[in-house]
């Protein structure tokens, strides 16, 4: 490909103005939650996704390993992937 074909600037442009929109949205639901429930449920709230977020992360890590393997044309990388997020779903529901 040539030089002028990639175009990196505008690529990562897009990632980052997506992110941004995706803070924007999550600071503008977080102030609709605050208005619409009282302090006890928004507590039990904000408890329920903090604890959710120990398990987000690691769900987060075996995409990003399928897709490396993936590309390189590791064999079984993709099942593997796919049934180790699965165990951990189970065990994060069974947890939960």
Do not use: C
């Not at 600037?9 to 929109?21: P, R």
């Not at 803070?23 to 006890?40: C, D, E, K, N, P």
Request: zero cysteines; proline letters at 1%; aromatic letters at 14%.
């Amino acid at each position: 490909m040539a030089r002028n074909e990639i175009r990196l600037h505008y690529s990562g442009f897009v990632i980052f103005a997506a992110k941004m929109l995706s803070v924007a949205t999550g600071l503008l639901f977080q102030i609709m939650m605050t208005r619409s429930i009282t302090i006890q449920e928004y507590g039990i709230w904000f408890n329920i996704n903090d604890l959710l977020t120990y398990f987000i992360i690691l769900a987060a890590v075996f995409p990003f390993w399928i897709m490396r393997f993936a590309a390189r044309a590791e064999e079984g990388a993709i099942k593997t992937g796919v049934i180790a997020n699965i165990a951990l779903s189970i065990a994060a529901t069974l947890i939960y």
